[in-house]
């Protein structure tokens, strides 16, 4: 069975960065579509930054474009995600997922995001 493990967060002052990283575990992630997810408390998960199997193309939420950046690391089998300038809106569990049917969008947390990681924390706090 597949697994995905997030790592790299942390509490971090306001224009800071971290970097988060998804490692699988069972399966190839360069097959899959991948995407990044937080969910802040008391509030719905939402959609940060997707990059596709095809093409590698990327989409960003509009609250993290030009901040986030989102790339792969096939050799080591993980997806990182750059975050840079940091806002206290940023504060959240993030999480990533993969899809292998190559649908998968930051519009939607449920189909076709088949696998998910147990999400860490971003914490932004001066």
């Known amino acids: 069975q597949g697994q995905l493990v997030e790592s790299g967060g942390g509490l971090v002052q306001p224009g800071g960065s971290l970097r988060l990283s998804c490692v699988a575990s069972g399966f190839s992630l360069q097959y899959f579509t991948i995407g990044w997810f937080r969910q802040a408390p008391g509030k719905e998960r939402e959609g940060v930054s997707s990059i596709s199997s095809s093409d590698g193309s990327t989409d960003y939420a509009d609250s993290v474009k030009g901040r986030f950046t989102i790339s792969r690391d096939n050799a080591k089998n993980k997806v990182n995600l750059q975050l840079n300038n940091l806002k206290p809106e940023d504060t959240a569990v993030y999480y990533c997922?993969?899809?292998?049917?190559?649908?998968?969008?930051?519009?939607?947390?449920?189909?076709?995001?088949?696998?998910w990681g147990q999400g860490t924390q971003v914490t932004v706090s001066s």
């Open positions: 997922a993969a899809d292998s049917t190559g649908w998968g969008t930051i519009a939607s947390t449920g189909w076709p995001w088949g696998y």
